[in-house]
């Protein structure tokens, strides 16, 4: 059940292990404002080489988010502000313009923006998004990093609305083995999601925009790459083997045995076999 739960049946009930709290937490947003997205080139690397480390301290988590007007970093410590400047992550994090609390007006409205999109998932409001995740060997080199930004700079994108998320991840999750779960992502170091909100309406500008930006990533890599099943993408030519891999002939076979007339289907669940 645990990736892949939808494909299977309904949870009526959970029993979770808990774990202390973390305590001190140190958390910062780094504003940064450029003329254009190519300009962010370098920030941008400078971040990937950050989250790409094997050495990064565990307790670091970060996302860093291109809008319109220029992107947001976010730095997230488990630990006090002592051990935050000891882990040496304040030194590698890129700086620009920054703003370690946000108070000026154009990070405010960045994070009031980011804030919009989330209250819209309240209401029914049409959007459309892409996502791709990457292992270590995947990560963006600094020809496709200009190529993107580029794109961001000189595609239409049919709505000031938008935003493309970098999530970092690993960590403890990849001492799981890859088959012991559904989630078959535990070799990624990094998560992409782009959206784009319609407003009022969505155009396919805006899903051409997304496309067209899913493409100019992809084509630097050997591969298809995947994604995570968390991370919706109705656009993927094969979601079940994007979002299971080398664990979906595992699930098929368990679907086939719990649920062969496909009750718990939906367009992008395990089939069976």
Known sequence: ????????????????????????????TFSLTFGKH???????????????DPDLDRRFGTEFVAHELGAVITATFYGTEAEWDASGIPQRIPKGKV???IDDWLAVITQQAEDAALYLSDIRTAFTVRSLAFTKEEMLSENTI?????????TPHGTLLWFLIFDATGGAISDVP?????????DK??????????????????KDFLSGLVGTIQASTPQNLTTYPGYVDPSLA????????????????IKTKYDPKDLFHNPQSVRTE
């Open 178 to 186: 890859m088959n012991a779960t559904a989630y078959s992502h535990r």
């Open 38 to 52: 190519a300009e962010m080139v370098s920030v941008f690397k400078q971040w990937q080489d950050l989250i790409s």
């Open 99 to 101: 703003s370690v609390v």
């Open 146 to 154: 200009t190529n993107m930004m580029n794109y961001l700079d000189d």
């Open 238 to 253: 094969d979601p079940q083997r994007s979002y299971w891999g080398p664990n979906l002939r595992t699930l098929e076979s």
């Open 1 to 28: 059940m645990k990736g892949a739960g939808a494909g299977f049946g309904i949870v009526t009930k959970f029993v979770v292990k808990t774990h202390p709290e973390p305590g001190n937490v140190v958390q910062y």
């Open 189 to 206: 170091v990094m998560f992409c999601q782009g959206y784009g909100i319609g407003i009022p309406i969505l155009t396919q500008a805006t």
